[in-house]
């Protein structure tokens, strides 16, 4: 009973089955409607809130919101790094870094764009809304 | 005593010999299958149209889930080792696809019993396929926002070509039941 194959595979009724039961419609509808979901869930309205992922040493420290300005002080490896937020966009003013790479890559806007401050183990992300592809490899 | 032991033992024999052979030539189609697949040029990574899991389908309604398990195994292995991929990434998606839809097959099957046909089953086990799929290859190969947005085009290809796969195994399935019949 728990096994249909063993029933089937042993008797073969004479006259054939149709080839869509009244399950196989349910299972049909249940699928559809889940495959239409699936495109609610995954390609709807998001939420517009962009925020700056801030993390230290791999670990998420705190998400700026980018609609709130200010100036944060984020503790690294090797001391303070300054991360500004003004008027959606975020960027490092100032850190304790010989290079200053992280500096001088800028404001970031877009989602996806990273700053990344490597001796202080600091990265700054924005994420949210559209995010753009820096690589496609097919 | 000793004589109804050996005849035992050659009754499990001689079904283990009938149902390797079995798993050999249905594998054999199988992997026929899956290569001719591997050949064709797809429209969108990712996706292709899985007909090697008529076969698993057949296997499962006619002899049940252990042989259709041990097909599907061989079809992932020896496909693998043909097209190159063994023990690569797609090997893994391969796998996980493969043990997804074994277990969303066993799982309806069961609970469906004869109430669900061929079309039911493959849309299910090639829905269950697709999301081990994505799911593995979000959680380790690309975790990235846009494989996500890439669900619902593919959940749609499993539906439709589960619906044709599904067809296509509930017509052989007919033929096979009226030739038996016949006979």
Same mark, same amino acid.
């Given at each position: 009973m728990a096994d249909p194959g063993s029933e089937a595979g042993s008797e073969y009724p004479a006259?054939?089955?149709p080839l869509i039961r009244g399950g196989d419609i349910l299972i049909l509808l249940l699928a559809a409607g889940l495959v239409g979901a699936s495109f609610g869930a995954f390609w709807g309205p998001r939420g517009e809130g962009e925020t700056a992922l801030v993390t230290v040493d791999r670990s998420v420290l705190r998400e700026l919101s980018l609609d709130q300005d200010g100036v944060f002080e984020i503790e690294g490896r090797i001391g303070l790094s300054t991360v500004m937020v003004d008027g959606g966009r975020v960027r490092f003013l100032d850190s304790p870094c010989p290079g200053r790479y992280c500096v001088h890559s800028g404001w970031l806007h877009r989602s996806g764009e990273v700053a990344a401050c490597l001796p202080n183990g600091i990265v700054v992300e924005v994420l949210g809304g559209e995010r753009e592809f820096d690589a496609i490899n097919l | 005593m000793s004589a109804s032991g050996q005849i035992g033992i050659d009754h499990a024999r001689a079904a283990c010999g =009938? *149902? *390797? =052979?079995?798993?050999?030539?249905?594998a054999a189609l199988a992997i026929a299958i899956h290569i001719l697949e591997a050949a064709f040029p797809s429209p969108l990574p990712g996706v292709k149209p899985g007909l090697a899991n008529v076969i698993t389908?057949?296997?499962?309604? =006619?002899h049940g889930l252990r042989l259709a398990i041990w097909v599907a195994a061989m079809r992932v292995l020896v496909g693998s080792l043909l097209v190159g991929t063994f023990l690569s990434p797609t090997f893994l998606l391969s796998v996980t696809g493969a043990v997804a839809a074994l277990s969303a097959l066993a799982l309806v099957g069961t609970i469906g019993g004869q109430r669900i046909g061929p079309v039911g089953l493959s849309v299910v086990s090639s829905l269950a396929h697709m999301s081990g799929q994505i799911s593995v290859a979000y959680l380790l190969f690309i975790p990235h926002p846009a494989l996500l947005k890439l669900?619902?085009?593919l959940l749609t290809a499993a539906l439709l070509f589960g619906i044709v796969s599904g067809l296509i195994a509930a017509s052989v399935l007919q033929i096979l039941r009226r030739r038996a019949a016949a006979r």
């Open positions: 006259d054939p089955r | =009938r *149902d *390797d =052979r079995l798993v050999a030539g249905f389908l057949i296997v499962y309604l =006619r669900v619902p085009v």
